[in-house]
T-cell receptor, first 110, second 111 residues
Framework: EDQVTQSPEALRLQEGESSSLNCSYTVSGLRGLFWYRQDPGKGPEFLFTLYSAGEEKEKERLKATLTKKESFLHITAPKPEDSATYLC???????????FGKGTTLSVSS | SQTIHQWPATLVQPVGSPLSLECTVE??????LYWYRQAAGRGLQLLFYSVGIGQISSEVPQNLSASRPQDRQFILSSKKLLLSDSGFYLCAWSGGEQPQHFGDGTRLSIL
């Protein structure tokens, strides 16, 4: 069964304290792995797409990496405005729908 | 640029009442359209998706239905709401196997 698991469920950081979020997946034939940011009461906002092992994407303080079984979202020197829930998703085997993890809720305090 | 609109933003309905949520996309043609539900403590659950007018695929059997009367319009409906239908409903669009882009959602509370 296609599945996405994110860890930790919640993460509290001090401003400037770097860390990583994990997304592990089980799907045959990865057709794309997606990272989203979701603020409370809002829809998810697209961040990155990764397609193959070894690929990396960066945006400001965020860097996403991909291996054959998992992806990491590295947050370097986070700021309070980075506080949000980060969601990971992969296409199902048929490529018709995204399978989402439950997300990691990040809180950054100053 | 493409934009997606969902309304209403918030809805409170009694058990047994009907439901109609609407989603429209601007700035693109023939998008794939999706309805998700996000319940507290759970991930996004795909309810329906559509690759064209009148083409609806259901991922989860339930008392909800979806329709796509126009290319860029997607409607989520129910004839009789249940308490378990409460949640945050999100509409999304994509161009084929591209990232999905979400609207701001409808918070539905059933009393």
């Amino acid at each position: 069964e296609d599945q996405v698991t994110q860890s930790p469920e919640a993460l509290r950081l001090q401003e400037g304290e770097s860390s990583s979020l994990n997304c592990s997946y089980t799907v045959s034939g990865l057709r794309g792995l997606f990272w989203y940011r979701q603020d409370p009461g809002k829809g998810p906002e697209f961040l990155f797409t990764l397609y193959s092992a070894g690929e990396e994407k960066e945006k400001e303080r965020l860097k996403a990496t991909l291996t054959k079984k998992e992806s990491f979202l590295h947050i370097t020197a986070p700021k309070p405005e980075d506080s949000a829930t980060y969601l990971c998703a992969v296409f199902n085997q048929a490529g018709t729908a995204l399978i989402f993890g439950k997300g990691t809720t990040l809180s950054v305090s100053s | 640029s493409q934009t997606i609109h969902q309304w209403p933003a918030t809805l409170v309905q009694p058990v047994g009442s009907p439901l109609s949520l609407e989603c429209t996309v601007e700035g693109t043609s023939n998008p794939n359209l999706y309805w998700y539900r996000q319940a507290a403590g759970r991930g996004l659950q795909l309810l329906f998706y559509s690759v064209g007018i009148g083409q609806i695929s259901s991922e989860v059997p339930q008392n909800l239905s979806a329709s796509r009367p126009q290319d860029r319009q997607f409607i989520l409906s129910s004839k009789k709401l249940l308490l378990s239908d409460s949640g945050f409903y999100l509409c999304a669009w994509s161009g084929g196997e591209q990232p999905q882009h979400f609207g701001d959602g409808t918070r539905l509370s059933i009393l």
